[in-house]
């Protein structure tokens, strides 16, 4: 095992969190870098799925939301 360079290792934490120095010395990711993962997948699961419409079904029953095409008479 080789020890770090001692020039470098003050100069690469710099603006970075504990949290942060931590994660990059056990090679896992930060909590930050979980939020921002599952909010892309969150984003490209939802453009995915088929957009859903508000529809009366009666001047005296709820609101429907449907999520096909149809509108209901």
Known sequence: MSLPHPDFEVHDNV?????QI?????D????????????????????????ARLVRASATGP????GSAQQLS
């Open 22 to 26: 931590t994660a990059h010395r056990d």
């Open 63 to 66: 609101a429907i939301s449907t």
């Open 15 to 19: 603006g970075r969190t504990t949290e």
């Open 28 to 51: 896992r990711p930060t909590a930050d870098d979980l939020h921002r993962w599952a909010a892309h997948d969150a984003r490209e699961f939802s453009t995915a799925l088929p957009t």
